[in-house]
Nanobody, 116 residues
């Protein structure tokens, strides 16, 4: 069992930056894919950016070029660097780690609010 704890969510002005962190309680080195999703009230949870086991990334069109997903193997931690934030980025951001089809873990979410 892997537990994920996100941190770094905050209130930030448009144009600002934030870095989200997701710390795993166990080793996630054998991951299939891991990364970040977000959800706003009344809408489905959507992919933001994930790292694939082969080393590539998958990113949403709305955040490509502004957000970067990365990982620290030694710390079993996944990051999301968010730059040039806009109000439409306001959401609860969730970390997800998929090891296998039956080992699919989510964090509790962290709120990001972009507002002046």
């Amino acid at each position: 069992q892997v537990q994920l704890v996100e941190s770094g969510g905050d209130l930030v002005q448009p144009g600002g930056s934030l870095r989200l962190s997701c710390a795993a309680s166990g080793s996630i080195s054998r991951f299939n894919y891991m990364g970040w999703y977000r959800q706003v009230p009344g809408k489905q949870r959507e992919l933001v950016a994930v790292i694939l086991s082969g080393g590539g990334t998958l990113e949403s069109d709305s955040t490509k070029g502004r957000f970067t997903v990365s990982r620290d193997n030694a710390k079993d931690t996944v990051y999301l660097q968010m730059n040039s934030l806009i109000p439409e980025d306001t959401a609860v951001y969730y970390c997800r780690v998929v090891l296998t089809a039956r080992e699919d873990f989510w964090g509790q979410g962290t709120q990001v609010t972009v507002s002046s």
